[in-house]
Nanobody, 123 residues
């Protein structure tokens, strides 16, 4: 079955950079969307970056210009680079996949698959 596994979380100083990775397995690489959500305790989860197989991206306003989601090509992996980290970037980051749609929304309910999450702290 489809599986997403995140890695690369950790601590980063404010203003610093961090790279997150998500490896996938069990997918048929047809038209769909991969990306990242994050959640802070006590707050709703927030979609931050999405990318489809053709490299079209979506970013939330809160991360635009600082986060970069990379095309996943044939590697079956998706990456998120955090630059100029801010305290509000701290949280659990989840890799997500929509198996049936190109990226079109940050509504979490459309994403069938979620990874277990990786923690990011900003000091």
């Amino acid at each position: 079955h489809a599986q997403l596994v995140e890695s690369g979380g950790g601590s980063v100083q404010a203003g610093g950079s961090l790279n997150l990775s998500c490896t996938t397995s069990g997918y048929t690489w047809s038209a769909y969307c991969l990306g990242w959500f994050r959640q802070v305790p006590g707050k709703e989860r927030e979609g931050v970056a999405l990318i489809d197989k053709y490299g079209s991206t979506m970013y939330s306003d809160s991360v635009k210009g600082r986060f970069t989601v990379s095309p996943y090509g044939t590697e079956n992996a998706v990456y998120l680079r955090i630059d100029n980290a801010q305290p509000e970037d701290a949280g659990s980051y989840f890799c997500v996949a929509d198996r049936t749609h190109y990226c079109h929304t940050f509504d979490g309910s459309v994403f069938e698959d979620w990874g277990q999450g990786t923690q990011v702290t900003v000091s």
